[in-house]
């Protein structure tokens, strides 16, 4: 199944970010998934959940700065489309490669966030987001070649029935 994410501002305002891994992993590759602190100049830059040998990052935290999960969209597409889009297209990356590269090269929520939606992946994916203080938080809906929607922490979100529906993301 795919995996499911939340982000929730307490009262005094702290961002909470959480997920679960409930994908079709089968048992004898789980033991590959690890916690890696990433460090540059001997110091950690950030935290990430990450399988043995893969390039790219399934979740992570920038202390103080940014948290980042994905799931699933649309199931992740044809994987024959986009291994054949990963061969052909010049700098395309996998989701996870681009979640990485972002938590290497962007220092705060708001870049972070614009820079999750600027750049070429393989497959659709939602990037959940997380910052700090509230209200930032979004799931931004990503196609192949940029975002499909962002939703906002800040915004007022209509129902299928046409009613505005306020404080969308609720408080614990």
């Known amino acids: 199944g795919p995996c499911t994410s939340f982000v929730v501002a307490d009262p005094a305002g702290k961002i909470w970010h959480g997920r679960n891994l409930d994908w079709n992993l089968v048992d004898s590759l789980k033991q590959f ?38 799931d699933a969209r649309r199931k992740g597409g044809s994987i024959p489309l986009n291994m054949l889009q990963s061969l052909l297209k010049d700098g395309v990356r996998t989701p996870e ?3 990485r590269y972002v938590f290497e090269n962007y220092a705060d929520y708001d870049s972070a966030c614009d820079a999750m939606g600027a750049w070429p992946i393989v497959n659709p994916v939602y990037y959940i987001m997380s910052g700090v203080t509230k209200p930032q938080g979004s799931v931004i809906a990503r196609d192949r070649n940029g975002v499909a929607h962002n939703y906002l922490m800040s915004e007022e979100i209509a129902s299928p029935g046409g009613n505005v529906q306020k404080n969308f993301w609720v408080g614990i």
């Open 33 to 70: 998934i690890i916690n890696v602190q990433f460090q540059r100049s001997g110091k950690t830059v950030f935290h990430a959940t990450t399988a043995v040998g893969f390039v790219g990052i399934l979740h992570g935290v920038k202390a103080g700065a940014f948290g980042y999960s994905m």
């Open 97 to 99: 490669q681009h979640a």
